[in-house]
């Protein structure tokens, strides 16, 4: 297609374009009777009234669509007739004259290259985050030509090894996204240019091997060349990587609290309010406990004074194995337990467990074409949890034939529906730990096997599977045969019946205390599954590229434009480490002031007192955003300078706290553009001594080389003496030329 721009809004006429091949004779230039004596050749026609389908007006441009064209070749647009366009008033422009001149490419045979892949080449070693995006970085910009890719969330491994038949041996899930993103609940394909990111909508599986098939003709450049298999890049046409397992470790080992009126209790609620560890009720020695304690370590433990309930004569809940949840503005949530009166009234807490507010049964509204059933009168053994950060998920197991999932349907927990019905899908069983990512996705663990025939319960195997629900509860998908996936206990514990689960806001999932078979003492452990606490790097540990890329080994240095904007990308989300150091760029003097292109750019080693001293740092501005960083150079560089970026250990972390482990910056390295010949005007339109030119007119100032916008106005005066000043922050920019509207 070729654009055509005007000095005003214009309309089509009558008459025809002929399209006109330049090659006959000198092939450099169109016929003008001088240089270009032969004529030109026609190979297209265009009428503009019966072919105005193939031109689109819009404004001052119209697009033509023309048909092929030979390649490194040089044609003329030329009108048949004064009137081919008119104004808006009828008038006609244009005439017999070319009206544009245009070389088409030469043939591009190259295929695309890829350069930097997110999560990193590296074949089954290579390791990311669970919630990671494929980013891909190619030599130049691509298209996606297939209607979907296909992200393979892998053979887990500890569901493969596992022993407990409730899981099936190959837990394995496919996302097919369109290309399209007509689907985002699947995921989104985006193309910006040379890079291709893939979002699937859920999080991968842990300690999973993920795959993205790239077929043949998957990636091709603007030219249709497909992406090939790379020896150099290792690309051999998917990108694979491994997801961590989750890990927990112990924490805390015995009880040990600030207050020496704390003694060990049985079925006590645990929740995560407001930054701190609530801990409320349970039963000891036979006895009911009605005090509640918090923790903001998990270590040092104060008791709260004056619990209560918000309604005359109801006492505030006495929870012994009562299920609870805390949603987004921070209010407890508690339903059953067995030393309450009332084991089928939900309590709710917005103040840290200090007030409580009995809540009325809510009315069970039907699913489909299902009779309502009646919503439980007695609650045990069964599971809460926060889905969205307002909707209460409550999983009812323990019965083999009446298990069930039930969801609320408001805040005001007036009304609630049966999204799933026995036979649940992770089979029977009572006190699973349930918590819910922020992200939409429920996890539901362990709890003890029920409905097998033992005569003792207690004797019961404890499970330690992992299922998720990405639908709110309708479905379950198990995602691991067992929860430690490093296995630091002598034995394989599974999650201890009646254990706590709290998922604090950073993601970490805190379990404590419980039963294991055979122990009459009970557990005291605190397990975490937050990798901050082992002290585990960002994975990968390091930004896995820069954009603008950084020349290689022997290359001259890359050169960047003045106004420089860095994208550093990390292989999973991250943000500025709130007590760290911030990211520098670092100006390391003209690039012909001595300094080696292949050297550092700072002092040497060397004595202390010979070093010279350190480049200065210019002002930027930083932004983690998702899966980066945007680093901009607050002012306008220094032409001819060489800059350094560095990204300090402790700048970065993930979600969990994991920091940056070791600075980037010795390798990156751009050159700002030398170039210190100020642009010029080689044309301006209206062109000079021009008459009758309307005021609406759009003033055109070309230039030989890219421009960008400075400061100031230009000034227009008239021979009746007024001015009239067009300010360059008004300017458009296309190329070479600036327009004054």
Not at 143 to 151: F, G, M, S, Y
Not at 267 to 289: D, K, Q, T
Not at 651 to 672: F, K
Request: charged share 20%.
């Amino acid at each position: 297609s070729v654009t055509l721009a005007f000095s005003k809004p214009v309309a089509l006429g009558a008459g025809h374009l002929a399209v006109l091949d330049c090659a006959p004779g000198d092939a450099s230039v169109c016929h003008d009777g001088a240089r270009g004596r032969a004529p030109d050749r026609e190979v297209e026609r265009i009428d503009v009234q019966a072919d105005a389908w193939r031109l689109h007006v819009l404004g001052r441009e119209v697009t033509l669509e023309l048909g092929p064209l030979a390649s490194d070749r040089l044609y003329a647009l030329r009108a048949s007739a004064p009137g081919v366009f008119r104004d808006l008033a009828g008038r006609p422009l244009g005439g017999g004259a070319a009206a544009a001149e245009f070389q088409t490419l030469p043939d591009d045979t190259a295929a695309p290259e890829l350069l930097v892949a997110i999560p990193p080449l590296g074949g089954r070693a290579a390791e990311a985050a669970v919630s990671t995006n494929i980013t891909l970085v190619f030599s130049e910009p691509v298209l996606v030509a297939h209607p979907e890719l296909v992200v393979l969330d892998g053979q887990n491994q500890s569901c493969l090894n596992g022993t407990n038949n409730t899981c099936p041996k190959v837990a394995e899930r496919e996302y097919r996204i369109p290309t399209d993103n007509s689907d985002p609940n699947v995921g989104t394909v985006t193309v910006r240019g040379a890079v291709v990111t893939i979002d699937a909508y859920a999080d991968m599986a842990f300690n999973s091997t993920v795959a993205l098939d790239l077929p043949a003709g998957a990636v091709a450049d603007l030219s249709g060349n497909p992406l090939q298999p790379s020896s150099g890049s290792g690309f051999a046409g998917e990108i694979v990587f491994r997801t961590p397992g989750t890990v927990f470790e112990h924490l805390v080992r015995h009880n040990r609290f600030s207050d020496g009126h704390f003694w060990p209790r049985e079925g006590a609620a645990v929740a995560w309010v407001n930054g701190s560890v609530v801990v409320i009720g349970g039963r000891a020695g036979g006895e009911c406990l009605v005090d509640t304690w918090r923790s903001r370590d998990g270590r040092a433990w104060a008791q709260v004074q004056g619990v209560r309930s918000s309604r005359y004569g109801r006492m505030a809940p006495a929870p012994t194995f009562a299920a609870s949840a805390v949603d987004r503005w921070g209010c407890m949530w508690l339903l059953g337990g067995e030393c309450t009166a009332d084991p089928a009234t939900l309590w709710r807490s917005c103040d840290a467990a200090l007030t409580w507010e009995p809540l009325p049964a809510p009315v069970v509204v039907p699913v489909g074409v299902e009779v309502p059933p009646p919503f439980p009168t007695s609650w045990r053994s069964h599971a809460l949890a926060i889905l969205g950060g307002w909707r209460l998920v409550i999983v009812d197991a323990a019965h083999p034939t009446q298990g069930a999932v039930w969801r609320l349907m408001e805040t005001a927990a007036e009304h609630v529906e049966r999204c799933a019905k026995a036979p649940l899908a992770f089979g029977p069983r009572s006190s699973p730990a349930l918590l819910a990512t922020s992200d939409g996705v429920l996890w539901l663990m362990g709890g003890r096997r029920v409905g097998i025939g033992l005569a003792d319960e207690t004797k019961a195997e404890n499970l330690g599977d992992v299922w998720a629900s990405y639908d709110g509860g309708s479905t379950w998908t198990c995602k691991a045969a067992h929860y430690l996936a490093q296995r630091t206990f002598a034995r394989l514990p599974g999650i201890p019946l009646n254990s706590s689960a709290v998922m604090a806001h950073d993601g970490a999932m805190y379990l404590l205390g419980g039963f294991q078979p055979g122990d009459a003492a009970g557990s005291s452990a605190m397990l975490i599954s937050s990798p901050s606490l082992l002290g585990r790097p960002l994975s990968p540990p390091a930004p896995v590229a820069v954009l603008p890329l950084a020349s290689g080994p022997g290359e001259a240095l890359r050169v960047v434009s003045r106004n420089l904007s860095l994208r550093v990308l990390f292989g999973e989300g991250v943000r500025l480490a709130s007590h760290g150091p911030l990211p520098a760029l670092l100006d390391c003097g003209r690039f012909d002031a001595g300094v080696p292109a292949a050297g550092r750019c700072g002092p040497p080693a060397g004595p202390e007192d010979l070093r010279p001293r350190p480049p200065p740092a210019v002002p930027i501005s930083v932004e983690a955003r998702g899966f980066e960083v945007a680093i901009a150079a607050v002012p306008t560089l220094r032409r001819g300078h060489r800059y350094r970026l560095e990204v300090p250990p402790g700048s970065v972390e993930d979600a969990w706290g994991n920091a940056l482990q070791g600075p980037i910056g010795e390798d990156y390295e751009v050159l700002v553009d030398p170039d210190e010949t100020p642009p010029t005007v080689t044309l301006v339109f209206p062109p000079n001594g021009s008459h009758s030119v309307p005021p609406w007119t759009t003033l055109v100032l070309d230039a030989p080389e890219r421009i960008a916008r400075g400061v100031g106005a230009i000034e227009l005066t008239s021979p009746a003496g007024e001015t009239v000043l067009m300010h360059a922050a008004d300017a458009m920019l296309a190329g070479g030329g600036g327009f004054f509207l």
